[in-house]
C-alpha cells in the first residue's frame, strides 16, 4: 500500500480514538444534567433547559462516539455467515458494503452541512420555550458524520490492503 494510504488511516484512527475517548465523558455531563432536572424539579422551579440539553449532550455522545465504535469493532453486524468467512473473503464483502455506507455518510454530510449554514444564516433557534441556538449542534453532528465518513474510507483502504495480501 502507499504510504499515504497507510499514514491515512493511522492518522485517521488515531483521532477517532481520542475523540471517541473524550465522547464517552459526555454520558458524565448526561447524567449530571439530567440529575439537575430532578432536583430542580423537586425542590426548586423546575429548569427550562434541561430536556433539550440532555438531547443535546445524547447527541453529540452518540454522533462523536460513532466513528470510535466503527474503529473498535463494536458495532451491530449480523454474524450467521460473517464469522466463518476467511479474512480475505470478509474483505471482498466489506469493501463492497463499506462503499454504499461512505455513499450514505457523504449525502447525510452534505445535508448537514447545507442545514448548518442555513442555521447560520438565519440564526436558526429551537421551537421550545429556552430556543436555544440551533447551529452548534448542527455543527457537532457534521464533524461526527465526517468522522464517521474517514473512518468508513479507512475500512476501505484497510480492506484493500487486506486483498493485495498486506496489513495496516
Known sequence: MPRAAIAFVRIVEAVNYRIGRIAMY???VLAG???WSVI???????ALWTQEMAQFTMVGYFVLG??????LNA???MDLLY???SPRRRAVIDSMTVLALIFFLAVTLWGGVE???YAFEVGERSRTVWRPYMAPIKIVICVGVLLMLLQS????????????????
Do not use: C, N
Open 40 to 46: 430542580t424539579k423537586a425542590f426548586f422551579r423546575p
Open 115 to 117: 442545514s448548518t449554514i
Open 153 to 168: 474510507i479507512a475500512f476501505l483502504i484497510r480492506d484493500i490492503a487486506t486483498l493485495r495480501g498486506e496489513r495496516i
Open 26 to 28: 459526555l454520558f458524565l
Open 66 to 71: 460513532g466513528a470510535y465504535s466503527l474503529m
Open 83 to 85: 464469522g466463518h468467512w
Open 75 to 77: 458495532h451491530v453486524r
Open 33 to 35: 444534567v439530567l440529575l
